[in-house]
T-cell receptor, first 115, second 116 residues
Framework: EAGVTQFPSHSVIEKGQTVTLRCDPISGHDNLYWYRRVMGKEIKFLLHFVKESKQDESGMPNNRFLAERTGGTYSTLKVQPAELEDSGVYFC?????????????FGPGTRLTVL | AQKITQTQPGMFVQEKEAVTLDCTYDTSDQSYGLFWYKQPSSGEMIFLIYQGSYDEQNATEGRYSLNFQKARKSANLVISASQLGDSAMYFCAMSFYTNAGNMLTFGGGTRLMVKP
């Protein structure tokens, strides 16, 4: 069974440009999460989808970030316009249920560099 | 607010020896889960082990065990018989319910280096 996949693995863009990150969860996982780790800081929660619905987007830093999960399968995270402080690693995770006992399985991350 | 603290930014261990990675947490919730993930240099986050707040026995998975001391709010990871492939970043995380769903909160990580 395929794990969580993310695309691209790396992205280097100029400040002010737009970038779209993609995440494909494990097949059958209704719950999809986005996290990010900016330089020198801890991994932080961004948002949680249940199927196509945003369950919790309290971690989204500002309105330059837009996440979607059309059809409840893959998800995209768009940053527009990108700023220098957006540089970091963006992780996607998925789980079958959203209980405290459910393991979130992570993808390899997308390393975003904003110049 | 929930918080995870990993006080060891980096550690060395000799191959074949055991090592303990520290993790303390702070929460007022009664229900939570504790996870350890490994991140090798390739970047992916690999799930290692889980402990529930109501579990009375310490979790074990192969060479990994979790030393859970609820009263002290600690969830240390013990790796027995270290291997060179254990060299990686290790993250402790806690799951908890929010008003809307659930999420993981992470510690800052510990970089483990296994010496041959």
């Amino acid at each position: 069974e395929a794990g969580v996949t993310q695309f691209p693995s790396h992205s280097v863009i100029e400040k002010g440009q737009t970038v779209t990150l993609r995440c494909d969860p494990i097949s059958g996982h209704d719950n999809l999460y986005w996290y990010r780790r900016v330089m020198g800081k801890e991994i932080k929660f961004l948002l949680h989808f249940v199927k196509e619905s945003k369950q919790d987007e309290s971690g989204m830093p500002n309105n330059r970030f837009l996440a979607e999960r059309t059809g409840g399968t893959y998800s995209t995270l768009k940053v527009q316009p990108a700023e220098l402080e957006d540089s970091g690693v963006y992780f996607c995770a998925s789980s079958q249920e959203a209980l405290l006992t459910d393991t979130q399985y992570f993808g390899p991350g997308t390393r975003l560099t904003v110049l | 607010a929930q918080k995870i603290t990993q006080t060891q930014p980096g550690m060395f261990v000799q191959e074949k020896e055991a090592v303990t990675l520290d993790c303390t947490y702070d929460t007022s919730d009664q229900s939570y889960g504790l996870f350890w993930y490994k991140q090798p240099s390739s970047g992916e986050m690999i799930f290692l082990i889980y402990q529930g707040s109501y579990d009375e026995q310490n979790a074990t998975e192969g060479r990994y065990s979790l030393n859970f001391q609820k009263a002290r709010k600690s969830a240390n990871l013990v790796i027995s018989a270290s291997q060179l492939g254990d060299s990686a970043m290790y993250f402790c995380a806690m799951s908890f319910y929010t008003n809307a769903g659930n999420m993981l909160t992470f510690g800052g990580g510990t970089r483990l280096m296994v010496k041959p």
